[in-house]
């Protein structure tokens, strides 16, 4: 691409020598850099992720109260979610495409006007009464593309609005962390008041304030890269570019294994162990710490600044086996608090970590393909993993199903540690 990243205007260096320099020259110059970091763009850019986010966590609660009030049955919602993550999971590598097609702000913007329009007719199809279920299917599946077009950008745009990208990656981190949390209670706080009906027109607006955001960041112009080949070409490109990086196959398929066996399989099951244990209000309460303990991972990402970021993201992933032996056997609820909040700190750190590098050492020509990639491959082994979750646990129980996980996380933490070129990959500033 031909657009040059927003830079931070240059902060003199110190006149005395680097031993001479004082404890207080050092907190100004960290002080200079979170203002630089908060320049106009990147300040737009956080309220539309954090708004965005906040309105995501909105949905679940929306499409349960409005397809069980309807009597429409459980299966409904699922179905409803699930033609939401196909789309997105199935088109995510297109948006990639598009986006350098036709620039990443321009299509995010277009994004968030199209499920601006899909969740509003939702608004106005709850509030009028019970919609039928094909309308509430397709819609689903409208934000799903909307969304499949808008992720690629995210990846992309960050660098180029922040001139410290790992706190940027950070700062975002904590503050959608925060959000998770707080779209599921405002979403049941509201659902008393006016039904889903008013959750739905709230979301929609948070897409608009999203998009007006985007629209609003003053940014040198962006040319749309223009190779002449066909959209099956530049999506073979991809992919050629993605085999070329080991150290970046070679995490998405590690992760591929661990969202299979580790990550998709724990939050089915943790909603059954805990509720079933405990009761639905433990189980809401380790999800507030486990969201406390993302808070934490991220704000530990602001302030450690490793040489080699994937090798202290992987030592981290290694806190998630506390989240999981906690599952699986009966602990007190205090030590149950304890496993979630490692468990979320380390998950944090390593995503943070895991998105600086891919944004820092792929080019910008490639990166929004790339990112597709990565979310694609993510996204669909988390699904495969919270699918055969059930089926696996009933088959052998529930608690071989979480001991094989965390042998498992040890044996890709292994992995990931043993491989050269993604334990030696160092940071780019």
Known sequence: MTEKRTVAPDIPEPTAPPHEVSAG????????????LWNRNFRLFFLARTVARFGDGMVPVALAAGLLDAGYGASSVSFALGSWMACFAGFVIVGGVLADRFTPRRMMVLADGARLVGTAVLAVAFAAGAPA?????????????????????????????????QRGNAVLRVAESLM??????????LAGFGGPGLIFGVNAATFGISGICLFLIRMESVAPVVTGESMLSELIGGW???????????????????????????????????????????????????GAGNVAGGLLAMRLR????????????????????????????????????????????????WSTTVQTQIPDAALNRLHAYDV???????????????????????????????????????????????????RVE
Request: positive net charge; hydrophobic residues 60%; proline residues 6%.
């Open 25 to 36: 020259t050092a907190r100004e110059g960290a002080v200079r850099a979170v203002h630089t």
């Open 306 to 353: 490793p040489v080699r970021p994937l090798f202290a993201g992987a030592l981290a992933l290694f806190g998630v086996i506390a989240n999981v032996l906690v599952l699986a056997y009966d602990v007190p609820v205090p030590v149950l608090a304890a496993g979630f909040f490692v468990g979320g700190v380390s998950l944090a750190f390593w995503l943070v970590m």
């Open 133 to 165: 279920l094909w309308l509430v299917y397709a819609l689903s599946a409208l934000n799903g593309l909307g969304a499949a077009v808008f992720q690629p950008g995210v990846a992309s745009m960050l660098p180029r609005l922040a001139p410290d990208v």
């Open 376 to 426: 694609a491959g993510s996204l669909i082994m988390l699904a495969v993993g919270r699918a055969l979750a059930g089926p696996v646990a009933e088959a052998v129980g529930v608690r071989e199903v979480l001991v094989a996980g965390a042998v498992i996380n040890v044996g890709v933490c292994a992995v990931l540690l043993a491989v050269p070129a993604i334990r030696g990959l160092k």
């Open 240 to 290: 050629r570019e993605f085999r070329a990086r080991s150290w970046l196959w070679g995490v998405i398929a590690v992760w591929s294994v661990y969202g299979i066996t580790v990550l998709g399989p724990i939050t089915p099951l943790e909603a059954v162990v805990v509720t079933e244990r405990h009761s639905s209000a433990v189980f809401g309460l380790m999800m507030t710490v486990q």
């Open 180 to 189: 998770t949390m707080a779209g599921p209670a405002v979403a049941g706080a």
